[in-house]
T-cell receptor
Framework: DGGITQSPKYLFRKEGQNVTLSCEQN?????MYWYRQDPGQGLRLIYY???????QKGDIAEGYSVSREKKESFPLTVTSAQKNPTAFYLC??????????????FGPGTRLTVL | DQQVKQNSPSLSVQEGRISILNCDYT??????FLWYKKYPAEGPTFLIS?????DKNEDGRFTVFLNKSAKHLSLHIVPSQPGDSAVYFC????????????FGTGTSLTVIP
C-alpha cells in the first residue's frame, strides 16, 4: 500500500540531545512537509521541500534541521537548540507544489517527549 | 500571526443533527481551502476542499461553504454520526505561490449518541 510512514510512534529523549524523526513516503510525491502540533494550536509548518536536495524554512524552523537526499525520505532533526521540543510531529507529502493545489497526505505522526 | 482561525475549540452535537464548524481567514490572497479530520495520535486525513471560484462544494454528508467577502468558510455535516467525533482543521492555500498550507487551530467535535 502507498503511504507515508513515520517512526517511531513515541520517542523519548533527554534534554540537550539531538533526535532525528523519520519520514518515508512511497507515493512518488515531489513535495514533503514537517509540521508540529501543540495542544490548542493548529499545525505549524517547520520545514518543507519541493524537490530533492532543496528545502525551505517554514514558520517555526528555529532549532530544527532537515535533509532531502532522496525523494522518498525527509528526516527531521530536533536539535538541542529547540527550546520546547516536546510535541506531536507530523510529516506530509503532496504530488507537487505550485500551480494547482494537491492535497497533502499525512503520516501517523511521532510523539516526542523530552525529559 | 494566525492567518486562519477557528474560534470554537470544541463543539457538541446530538447524533442525527447538523454540525457546523466555522473558519475565518485574514489573507484575501488565499484561493483554495480544505478541511481535514484528525483522530487522536493520528495524522489528519483530507475531507473536502473548495476553490475560491465556488461558494459551495458538497460531498455526501459534508458540505463546505465559502463566503469570500466575509473571509469565512464553514463545514456542515448532516446528519452527524458518532464516528464524526474528531478534531477538524481548516486550511488555506495561495495556489500560485506554492503548496504551503496555513492551518487553523482546530475544532474538537463530539457527536453524542
Amino acid at each position: 500500500d502507498g503511504g507515508i510512514t513515520q517512526s517511531p510512534k513515541y520517542l523519548f529523549r533527554k534534554e540537550g540531545q539531538n533526535v532525528t524523526l523519520s519520514c518515508e513516503q512511497n507515493l512518488n510525491h515531489d513535495a514533503m512537509y514537517w509540521y508540529r502540533q501543540d495542544p490548542g494550536q493548529g499545525l505549524r509548518l517547520i520545514y518543507y521541500s519541493q524537490i530533492v536536495n532543496d528545502f525551505q524554512k517554514g514558520d517555526i524552523a528555529e532549532g530544527y534541521s532537515v535533509s532531502r537526499e532522496k525523494k522518498e525520505s525527509f528526516p527531521l532533526t530536533v536539535t538541542s537548540a529547540q527550546k520546547n521540543p516536546t510535541a506531536f510531529y507530523l510529516c506530509a507529502s503532496s504530488i507537487k507544489s505550485g500551480g494547482s493545489t494537491d492535497t497533502q497526505n499525512f503520516g501517523p505522526g511521532t510523539r516526542l517527549t523530552v525529559l | 500571526d494566525q492567518q486562519v482561525k477557528q474560534n470554537s475549540p470544541s463543539l457538541s452535537v446530538q447524533e442525527g443533527r447538523i454540525s457546523i464548524l466555522n473558519c475565518d481567514y485574514t489573507n484575501s490572497m488565499f484561493d483554495y481551502f480544505l478541511w481535514y479530520k484528525k483522530y487522536p495520535a493520528e495524522g489528519p486525513t483530507f475531507l473536502i476542499s473548495i476553490s475560491s471560484i465556488k461558494d459551495k462544494n458538497e460531498d455526501g454528508r459534508f458540505t463546505v461553504f465559502l463566503n469570500k467577502s466575509a473571509k469565512h468558510l464553514s463545514l456542515h455535516i448532516v446528519p452527524s454520526q458518532p464516528g464524526d467525533s474528531a478534531v477538524y482543521f481548516c486550511a488555506a492555500v495561495i495556489q500560485h505561490t506554492g503548496n504551503q498550507f496555513y492551518f487553523g487551530t482546530g475544532t474538537s467535535l463530539t457527536v453524542i449518541p
